[in-house]
């Protein structure tokens, strides 16, 4: 079982800055794919970006790419998802979820690939 708490959510002006945490319990982070969702309201909840198991290869949808940047300690068993230059429809709830069935260099983009999942953090961008 694996245990995950996102932070660093908040209200921001269109672009600006956010960098997102997502901490996670257990011994076994490294060998988990780690990924970010969000879910913004009326929405289906979709996909952000991903990193591998050793954090040597990522992978971001299109709408992200460029303006995000997802990486990992794995010593400190966290994940991080820094935000720039943040747009009105980035506003969402964002989730980290772990994917501790991934093979050594995948990033997974689909929700079924992964098993455990935070409570959430809100990220809100003003225009």
């Known amino acids: 079982q694996v245990s995950l708490v996102e932070s660093g959510g908040g209200l921001v002006q269109a672009g600006g800055s956010l960098r997102l945490s997502c901490a996670a319990s257990?011994?076994?982070?490294?060998?988990?794919?780690m990924g970010w969702f969000r879910q913004a309201p009326g929405k289906e909840r979709e996909f952000v970006a991903s990193i591998s198991r050793s954090g040597g290869n990522t992978y971001y949808a299109d709408s992200v790419k460029g303006r995000f940047t997802i990486s990992r300690d794995n010593a400190k068993n966290t994940v991080y998802l820094q935000m720039n230059s943040l747009k009105p429809e980035d506003t969402a709830v964002y989730y980290c979820?772990?994917?501790?069935?991934?093979?050594?260099?995948?990033?997974?983009?689909?929700?079924?690939?992964?098993?455990?999942w935070g409570q959430g953090t809100q990220v809100t961008v003003s225009s």
């Open positions: 979820a772990a994917a501790p069935r991934s093979g050594i260099f995948y990033t997974p983009s689909y929700e079924r690939e992964y098993d455990y």
């Open positions: 257990g011994r076994t982070f490294s060998t988990y794919a």
